[in-house]
């Protein structure tokens, strides 16, 4: 039982992290009050506990605080600033301030927070990804996620709750904070639900207190560490706990009070009233010059490429994968950086069973559970593993886009493999075909993506993979796919071949056009130059593994050919065509540009008769350049 001494001394902080809770928010004319003041309490006992220390925010064996409830920023700056994380002054001035790290919802860059929040339900999948993380680097520390009421609606939450379970993450425990008020009212009449019933029966362990009485919070935060299950503490809170016109008022959840209210509510805390020296502060604030030293974010590995393997004869991408990633296992098998493949129930399909096979303790199955997967999957890869996830391209990139979104922000470390894009997935549909995905990652600032051509590039990707750091996102088909080789018939991507991220490849030279491919029709497009060197046509073939990063020089020597043709399993508005496009206008080029791609949803059918439809069989490519050409 924690001294009475203790919590004398945080009944006090509380007080001073409510005044700067409404000063704040009042200062910046908007932010989310009410839920901070309701929750200010477990924070501030949570720091009390948790071992953690702010002159080295990135002690290995900390444990870690995850706050998913981001909109509760105003009571984290507070609860790190009393802590000596940074000084209160500074949060409270630059609370939403151009320039400043203290944004409305919680980033990463702050120092403490280990997690930026981004939508509500996701915060219990990463903190059972560093929970998870804790076993596999054999670094012990306990995970405490922040959550609210509200947001115990999302179906995210019964993912991350199954998967903690399956885990055995007893070093997980979650902090409901239960005031009882979302933006729309009453939680019982937006959207009725027994959060107890449902985290008890998923399994965890559910432990009852007063979220304002501190020596509830210690008995519960020291009991959960003796359960062998993860633990969830429903805390019972008062939504603007501590000033009386502000409890129990749901306008107060995103609401500032007025600097007259201010003024009010500091006089019931006995606090004084600073607004005029925050102004000063807020006004006299410049924005540095250099943005925040992500360095600290980076994944350092000491794993090992190994020795390529090679392919002779024609197979499926994904299946070079497969064999890559079990390869670099063995290969890694003794180093301190670990490895971990994450999969959601297709690992049949994705070619990971081998990697399965040799690594058992390594290998993640989430089961049907994208949402989970992605968010867990990126926090796995910020606790300093390699993490790869593999999935078909609908549901790792098109089904949890707003997640690859957040590892995005958060500065993950994550290498997402999809195969089955585009619509060389055939039969399966048009609710399977991936067709889009090259446009959805031209909208994530730091990803980078890589299509291989043929499986000897891909083994050479994967393996220049295993030592970076960041996010990048590998896409291939589901078909067996020619081994695509040079004027000389040689492999092209044989053992003397190095993989250099945005550099393309002259499959083929010529001056009467050029051709800019990637992805799955690589090898139709092959076929197709090389029928049309027989009619005396000779057109420049260069096949792009990185749409996302075309050189400048390649596109400039393309341009001058007059004619550029862009050939794509993608949607034509929006993928390689139309990044070409782009470029082009950019560079000031002046050329003809002819898109050849997806141009709407088709039916099932094989990937043949879809290629057919889609002008992308090597007779289709043929007749359309010449028309193009005699045009």
Known sequence: MKSQKLTAELTNLSKQARAAILSMTTLAASGHPGGSMSSIDLLLALYAVARHDPKNPQLPDRDRIVVSNGHISPAVYSALALNGYFSLDKAVSQFRLW???????????????????????????AGAGMALASRINSIPYRVYVMMGDGEQQKGQISEARCFALKYGLNN??????????????????VMPQNIRANWESDGWQVLEIDGHDFSQIFSALESSKNSPVPVMILAHTVMGKGVPFMENQAKYHGSALSEEQLAEALKILGANNRLGEYKKLRAAFKAPAQAVDLKHFELKTDLEPGRPLRYEKETDNRSAWGNAIADLAKTNQDKATPIVVVDCDLQSSVKTGEFARLMPHRFIQSGIMEQNAAVLSGALSASGIQTFWSDFGMFGLDEVYNAQRLNDINHTN?????????????EDGKTHHC???????????????ICPADPNQTDSVIRWLINRSG??????????????????????YGLDYTFDYGKEDILRVGNMGSIFVTGTPVGKAVKAVDKLREQGIYLQLIYVSCPLAIDRETLETAARNKIVFSIEDHNVNSGLGSI????????????????????EYPRSGSSEDLYNWAGLSSQSIIDRITEELQS
């Not at 067709?435 to 993506?449: A, E, F, H, K, T």
């Not at 996010?471 to 092209?492: A, L, Q, W």
């Open 99 to 125: 320039g400043s790290i203290f944004e409305g919802h919680i980033e990463r860059e702050v120092p403490g927070v280990e997690w930026s929040s981004g939508n509500l339900g996701q915060g219990l999948s």
């Open 172 to 189: 997980l425990c979650t902090i409901v904070d239960y005031n009882g008020l979302q933006i729309s009212g009453d939680i019982k009449d």
């Open 414 to 426: 994550l290498k997402v493999v999809l195969t089955h894009v585009g619509i060389d997935v055939g």
């Open 435 to 449: 067709i889009d995905y090259i446009g959805l990652m031209r909208n994530l600032y730091s990803y980078r993506l």
């Open 471 to 492: 996010n990048y996102m590998v896409t291939m088909g589901r078909s067996k796919v020619p081994i695509i080789k040079g004027e000389d018939g040689v492999p092209f």
């Open 580 to 599: 070409l496009a782009d470029r082009i206008g950019e560079e000031n080029l002046c050329c003809r540009l002819v898109k050849i791609g997806i141009p």
